[in-house]
């Protein structure tokens, strides 16, 4: 459950309701924050590993690649 938490924190989740361990999925609309993913084959099927997590203010320092704002949310 700490890692819950960490991740919420680290996204802008309200930290009232983290203190109350209550989660409002009305306060979970607009977080954000940078995943780092991967993707493996196991066993023929195709999996997306999430590496790890970070605040949005860390996006420079996470991605060498990155040339100013991070990129818009894309759904495939």
Do not use: C
Not at 8 to 27: H, M, N, S, V, W
Not at 28 to 45: F, N, T
């Amino acid at each position: 459950m700490w890692e819950l938490t960490w991740f919420l924190r680290d996204f802008g989740y309200d930290i009232e309701l983290l203190g109350k361990d209550e989660i409002d999925d009305q306060a979970l609309v607009g977080l954000q924050g940078v995943l780092k993913v991967s993707h493996a084959i196991v066993h023929g099927i195709s999996v997306l590993n999430l590496d790890g997590f970070a605040p949005l203010s860390r996006w420079q320092e996470l991605s060498p690649t990155a040339s100013g704002d991070p990129p818009e949310s894309e759904v495939a």
